[in-house]
T-cell receptor
């Protein structure tokens, strides 16, 4: 079975631009979470979506938004990009909403903002 | 104070040695605890959950001390393949939101 997939793998954007990152969870998984990982730090929670609704939000500005589609795939959108948004963006899926269940991470999208 | 604190290392340890990592968390209401492993430029992967009674998986032993808000990971007979960053992870429930909070990670290098 395919694991969590993310696209694109790498992305270079300019300050002020907008970016959309995509994630497909493991088949049968209904919960998708997004994390930002800056070099040298652990992943930071951005959003959790379950059954197409936002169930959790981390401490990120309103420039960050996300949604989940009927097939449980998800998009993360970031507007008005800043240099500090350069990071690895990780998507994780799990069977249910409860974070006690193992979260499976995708390979990430590496975003560079210049 | 950070929600989850780890010694960032790096830890450089000879092959076959025993190495221990520690982690503290600030929220006494935290409910679940994990150790994840992250190889260079790869995604994190669950190594093991941490239970109050302590748990062991082969060469790996995890301990939780709720009173001291402290989690540990012990690796015995370390292998070259154990070289990675080890992330301490805590499940926090805040205002109805459940989220995983990661420490900064401890970098381990096993030396032949």
């Amino acid at each position: 079975d395919a694991g969590v997939t993310q696209s694109p793998t790498h992305l270079i954007k300019t300050r002020g631009q907008h970016v959309t990152l995509r994630c497909s969870p493991i088949s049968g998984h209904k919960s998708v979470s997004w994390y930002q990982q800056v070099l040298g730090q652990g992943p930071q929670f951005i959003f959790q979506y379950y059954e197409k609704e936002e169930r959790g939000r981390g401490n990120f500005p309103d420039r960050f938004s996300a949604r989940q589609f009927p097939n449980y795939s998800s998009e993360l959108n970031v507007n008005a990009l800043l240099l500090g948004d350069s990071a690895l963006y990780l998507c994780a899926s799990s069977l249910v909403r409860d974070t006690d269940y193992e979260q499976y991470f995708g390979p990430g999208t590496r975003l560079t903002v210049t | 104070r950070k929600e989850v604190e780890q010694d960032p290392g790096p830890f450089n340890v000879p092959e076959g040695a025993t190495v221990a990592f520690n982690c503290t968390y600030s929220n006494s209401a935290s409910q679940s605890f994990f150790w994840y492993r992250q190889d260079c430029r790869k995604e994190p992967k669950l190594l093991m959950s941490v239970y109050s009674s302590g748990n062991e998986d082969g060469r790996f032993t995890a301990q939780l001390n709720r009173a001291s808000q402290y989690i540990s990971l012990l690796i015995r007979d370390s292998k070259l393949s154990d070289s990675a960053t080890y992330l301490c992870v805590v499940n926090n429930l805040n205002f109805g939101n459940e989220k995983l909070t990661f420490g900064t990670g401890t970098r381990l290098t096993i030396i032949p």
